[in-house]
């Protein structure tokens, strides 16, 4: 069965980085859309950022575009989230999630994937 398993949380210096992978099994990586979602206590999930099984085209949530930056790795079945200039306001649990191709699909609508792993804590500090 697929399994996605997010890695690379942790805790951090506001305007400090970190790297999120998602490392899928029992799927081929590059036959899926991957997304990165976030929850914070209190909220409900939030598009982050999502990339096409091609790596052609990219999708970021406005909060974090130019810092936040969403790639794959086809050959090791593993999707990244680099995370620069960390805010407070990211911290929350993030998910990797993975999307059956459709053409009637929205990179950022989380009903729309068909895959998630369990979450990794990003927590940066003021």
């Known amino acids: 069965q697929v399994q996605l398993v997010e890695s690379g949380g942790g805790l951090v210096q506001a305007g400090g980085s970190l790297r999120l992978s998602c490392v899928v099994s029992?799927?081929?990586?590059?036959?899926?859309?991957m997304g990165w979602f976030r929850q914070a206590p209190g909220n409900e999930r939030q598009f982050v950022a999502a990339i096409t099984w091609s790596g052609g085209s990219t999708n970021y949530l406005d909060s974090v575009e130019g810092r936040f930056t969403i790639s794959r790795d086809n050959a090791k079945n593993t999707v990244f989230l680099q995370m620069n200039s960390l805010k407070p306001e990211d911290t929350a649990v993030y998910y990797c999630?993975?999307?059956?191709?459709?053409?009637?699909?929205?990179?950022?609508?989380?009903?729309?994937?068909?895959?998630w792993g369990q979450g990794t804590q990003v927590t940066v500090s003021s």
């Open positions: 999630a993975g999307q059956i191709p459709r053409f009637t699909d929205s990179p950022s609508r989380d009903t729309d994937y068909n895959y």
């Open positions: 029992g799927r081929a990586v590059s036959t899926l859309r």
